[in-house]
Nanobody, 115 residues
Framework: QVQLVESGGGLVQPGGSLRLSCAASRSLFSLSTMAWYRQAPGKQRESVASIMSGGRTDYADFVKGRFTISVDTAKSTVYLQMNSLKPEDTAVYYC?????????WGQGTQVTVSS
């Protein structure tokens, strides 16, 4: 099994920044794609960003140029640096990975962008 624990959410003003962290219980080298998703109230969960084992990254159009996904393999942690935050970025952000064909999700961390 894999445990994923997110942290770093909070309340931030529009235009501000936050960095989310996702700590994995297994080495990132044993995992496939690490990804961030988000779910706003009344909306479906959507993909935000992903990073593959070879380092290739992928971003949803609505965060390109503002969010950056990265990893620290020594800490088995994936980060999501979020800049120029907008009110529409308000959501619960989840970390996801797949290990041996099974999807694993974290518990989520709330991000609220409001003045």
């Amino acid at each position: 099994q894999v445990q994923l624990v997110e942290s770093g959410g909070g309340l931030v003003q529009p235009g501000g920044s936050l960095r989310l962290s996702c700590a994995a219980s297994r080495s990132l080298f044993s995992l496939s794609t690490m990804a961030w998703y988000r779910q706003a109230p009344g909306k479906q969960r959507e993909s935000v960003a992903s990073i593959m084992s070879g380092g290739r990254t992928d971003y949803a159009d609505f965060v390109k140029g503002r969010f950056t996904i990265s990893v620290d393999t020594a800490k088995s942690t994936v980060y999501l640096q979020m800049n120029s935050l907008k009110p529409e970025d308000t959501a619960v952000y989840y970390c996801r990975t797949n290990w041996r064909g099974v999807d694993y999700w974290g518990q989520g961390t709330q991000v609220t962008v409001s003045s």
